[in-house]
């Protein structure tokens, strides 16, 4: 019997049990029980790994995993939950060797195949990653997995019209709600004197990002209105193209079609290669006196924008976001003032351990993506994780300092300091996986050398 009073078959079980449950607490310390005990138990390993890994516990979950591989190597299930976790932190060449032993196995793994595209998307290298999903897809047309692997592999090699066609199998991946409207999705028809309806997807960065391609539907006769989620809509106000803003979609609305907004960049890309300039925003005169009202007091000092987090209910945001705290090298830089635009639940950390005082809070009392527009075009720089901040700066063309993660975003790609989608930008990227620091100092020499211009 164990201390807790139970065999080590039943705290093996309660283990598994409480982790199936999602009770974690309880699930972690059976876990640490059983395995200081039964230390050579790989498949323990390699579920506590898992277990880490869903909780974003990255460094305890690798560890996890490489003591699983190491007591069994050739198990199907270790080696799937080890690929995972690879590649989540880039670790994409030991990844790629252990999906391959997988597909040795089962070469039909659906998961496997996508995960290879995955996973060479993730070093940069697109053209291999669309022969092996072109490959896949040979075999397996209908799988909306593949497809949308191929499609962000596209992305980053600047296929655009191929990629956009390749993505609206997001409809069929499981993550979007399919539309369900009195009307019909508009697919090519005649928009004379029609009414169409732009319809947002996703977060508000990709909203901002793909505004520019509401622009592709003037001069075909029809109406065009655009639905927009309310901290957007003072500034989509005077949108090109678009003729009304609405907050919602009434039951009683007289429109004859809608379509997705990602999907008019399909329609510009299949008639034009070239990327557009970001839509002209709307600010208004109350929030550009909010700004100028707010810095005032700085007058004399380099002011600085700065964001540390995006949504943290997206679930790549914990490997593209950073600390408030990596802020603060910045902060000491003489001369330089900086002031958060960031609103939301990772405040109250930057509250209580006093960053408030060195980064002034500015976002908190924005009343919408306004109030941040114009605060930004007040300021000096801005400087970004990959967030809807850098897809709103960069539509402004304010000068803007994104700081990205290994596996950036596809408008950014896997190299270069600037990006066609917004000219404004520049590019600062992690040196390796889960590196701040190296970046972060990059950012610091970066507003030093600008200050001795």
């Known amino acids: 019997m164990t201390d807790t009073g139970k065999s080590l078959s039943e705290l093996r079980a309660s283990a598994a049990q409480a982790h199936t449950d999602g009770d974690t607490k309880t699930a972690l310390r059976a876990y640490a029980a059983y395995l200081a005990q039964v230390p050579g138990d790989a498949r323990m390993w390699s579920n506590l790994g898992a277990l880490h890994r869903r909780a974003h516990r990255t460094q305890i979950a690798l560890l996890a995993h490489r003591r699983a ?9 270790v080696m799937n939950n080890a690929a995972n976790a690879l590649s989540d932190v880039g670790q994409y060449d030991e990844s790629l060797a252990l999906r391959h032993r997988l597909l040795d196995h089962t070469p039909d793994d659906l998961n496997h195949l996508a995960m290879v595209g995955r996973c060479l998307r993730g070093k940069g290298d697109y053209a291999a990653a ?12 209908d799988d909306a997995e593949l497809q949308m692997q191929l499609a962000f592999a596209q992305l ?5 019209a191929q990629a956009f066609r390749n993505y609206r199998a997001r409809w069929r991946a499981g993550e979007l709600k ?3 409207l009195p009307f019909p999705e508009w697919t090519g028809q005649p928009l004379d ?10 977060g508000f960065g990709d909203a901002i990002l793909f505004a520019r391609f509401a622009a592709v539907l003037r001069g075909r006769g029809a109406r065009v209105v655009m639905q927009v989620k309310k901290p957007l809509r003072r500034l989509f106000a005077g949108i090109d193209g678009v003729d009304a803003i ?13 379509i997705n907004i990602m999907d008019l960049a399909l329609l510009h ?12 925003l709307t600010m208004p005169d109350d929030s550009s006196a909010r700004a100028r009202a707010l810095l005032k007091p700085h007058a004399g000092k380099m002011r600085i924008g700065v964001v540390w987090t995006g949504s943290v209910t997206y679930k790549g945001n914990a490997f593209r976001s950073f600390s408030h705290r990596d802020y603060l090298g910045l902060a000491a830089v003489p001369g330089v003032q ?38 930004m075009r007040q300021l000096d720089l801005v400087i970004t994780s990959d967030t809807a901040t850098a897809h709103l700066a960069g539509s402004l063309g304010v000068p803007v300092w994104v700081v990205l993660h290994w596996d950036a975003f596809w408008v950014y790609r896997h190299a270069g300091t600037s990006t066609a989608w917004y000219p404004s930008m520049r590019l600062f990227r992690q040196h390796e996986p889960l590196d701040w620091d190296g970046v972060m100092a990059d950012v610091t020499s970066a507003v030093r050398a600008q200050m001795e211009i």
Not at 135 to 140: G, I, P, T, Y
Not at 156 to 160: Q, R, S
């Open 269 to 280: 890309f299949e008639q034009d290669g070239s990327v557009p300039p970001p839509c002209r």
């Open 193 to 202: 004197g029609k009414t169409i309806v732009i319809l947002p997807e996703q």
């Open 178 to 180: 399919p539309r369900d």
């Open 338 to 375: 900086l002031f958060s635009l960031y609103k939301g639940p990772e405040l109250a950390p930057y509250h209580a351990d006093g960053t408030d005082s060195v980064i002034i809070d500015t976002g908190s009392s924005e009343r919408d993506f306004a109030d941040t527009a114009a605060m």
């Open 246 to 258: 609405v907050p919602d979609l009434t039951a009683d609305m007289q429109a004859d079609y809608w």
């Open 130 to 141: 669309i022969r092996w999903l072109d490959a896949a897809r040979a075999r397996f047309p």
């Open 156 to 160: 980053g090699a600047g296929d655009y």
């Open 69 to 77: 591989l190491a007591l069994a190597p050739n198990d199907v299930s």
